[in-house]
């Protein structure tokens, strides 16, 4: 469950202060060129330190399981970009994210990561302090003592600053409407007593890389009075049904799969396998973390403004939506619980285009080579082809009964293009 109000004045008085240290750190700092850093004479760590603090993000913001994942997403950019800054900051390479400042050459990259990351979760959730100053130390006792440590530290400080600056008044957790009219195809409660849109300030998130929430703004969704719309009703009717459904049981495993996959633990999996150094390991997190989060906010500006009612609502309702291709059944069920929040688009599918889109952007190929762990059955999937992932993460909403295809769809290619548009911008390597 979100924290009460008062958590959320604290979490913003810190950001706060965080802020104001951040910008007079980083006019103090001792910065050196983008191509000096490019020019280090040693071979860079391995990425494990900031994998550990990726991985680690899950849990200190959702210690219950109460937090829906795209508000997780936030967090998981934040101290991405973080680490990233303070990694590049000190070893170059790729660009700085917005402005992030460069270190001391001499300084740890490893500590500045772990530095980072820390930073970022104590100042906003006091109450994993323990828990994060037993991994900050262990972090810590693998990088040898003195001046080396001491300037990562101070610059992954700084570069957490400067992230959280950024940040301030970007509409985190704001009071956005959204009028549900009993109207048909326009979205409503499915369990009325329980389910408001609460999320509905993503929609409104200033991006991380995007110019504004509605930059990738899709068109609008099928009539209901068209043929389309009758062929994704009846299909999410016959295959997304808790029972009596059509589907096959390797279907039902793709969408229980996919209703909680672990892309923390495949973007750490992938950079230990490819023996990625915690440059390429920042980058990937960076990245893959920002689109994605991006790709969320696209969807939920999507779904206030266009507003669409739920597969479960559509079909007990078909009798009103004007298309006599649609067949009204008043106690269908989904396979998956509904999540609060419109149809069109699909946050996880367009989350999921813009992963792959900047996977293989950033490796230059198709083949992702990525091992996905779902929390939900347990199991790991091992992607080669980034085409086999965006095939799953579409057909699973549909199996689970809780998108149409036409939201899933369009979804996962507005994450694609976005992730494009973004990585021509962000995250590029440095000039020489």
Not at 101 to 109: E, I, K
Request: no cysteine; glycine share 8%.
């Amino acid at each position: 469950m979100r924290r009460n109000r008062a958590g959320r004045r604290a979490s913003r008085a810190a950001v706060a202060v965080a802020a104001v240290t951040g910008l007079a750190a980083l006019a103090a700092g001792v910065p050196h060129t983008a191509a000096g850093a490019a020019t280090r004479h040693h071979a860079p760590p391995s990425g494990a330190v900031v994998s550990e603090w990726l991985g680690t993000v899950t849990g200190t913001v959702d210690s219950e399981g109460k937090v829906i994942a795209p508000e997780e997403m936030v967090w998981h950019a934040f101290v991405s970009t973080a680490v990233y800054n303070a990694v590049v900051g000190i070893e170059g390479r790729y660009e700085p994210y917005r402005g992030g400042g460069h270190g001391p050459r001499t300084a740890s990259s490893e500590a500045a990561a772990a530095a980072a990351a820390y930073r970022v979760l104590r100042l906003n959730f006091p109450a994993a302090a323990p828990r994060l100053r037993k991994l900050y130390a262990k972090s810590l006792a693998r990088v040898p003592d003195g001046r080396a440590e001491n300037e990562g530290v101070a610059f992954g400080a700084r570069a957490a600053d400067h992230v959280l600056a950024l940040r301030a008044g970007d509409g985190r957790g704001a009071s956005v409407p959204f009028t549900a009219y009993p109207a048909p195809g326009v979205w409503r409660p499915t369990q009325p007593a329980h389910q408001r849109f609460d999320s509905a300030w993503l929609g409104r998130l200033r991006p991380m890389l995007l110019r504004s929430p509605d930059q990738f703004r899709p068109p609008p969704p099928p009539l209901l009075t068209s043929a389309r719309y009758a062929r994704d009703l009846a299909e999410v009717r016959e295959y997304g049904a808790g029972t009596g459904s059509r589907r096959t049981a390797a279907q039902t495993d793709t969408a229980l799969f996919f209703s909680n996959p672990d892309i923390p633990y495949a973007l750490g999996d992938h950079a230990a396998r490819h023996r990625l150094d915690i440059v390429d390991t920042a980058r990937l997190y960076a990245a893959a973390n920002t689109t994605q989060l991006d790709a969320v906010i696209t969807a939920w500006d999507a779904k206030l403004h266009y507003g669409t009612w739920r597969p479960i609502t559509a079909i007990r309702q078909a009798n009103l939506d004007g298309n006599p291709a649609t067949r009204t059944d008043p106690h269908w069920e989904p396979l998956l619980p509904t999540p609060a929040h419109p149809d069109y688009l699909s946050g996880h599918a367009a989350s999921g285009g813009a992963l792959m889109r900047t996977v293989t952007g950033l490796l230059g190929t198709s083949r992702v080579d990525l091992r996905v762990l779902s929390r939900r059955t347990g199991a790991t999937r091992h992607y080669h082809y980034a085409r086999d992932y965006n095939r799953d993460v579409v057909d699973a909403r549909v199996w689970g009964g809780i998108h149409t295809r036409t939201a899933d769809t369009v979804g996962n290619e507005v994450g694609r293009q976005l992730s494009a548009w973004a990585l021509e911008r962000y995250f590029r390597p440095v000039r020489a």
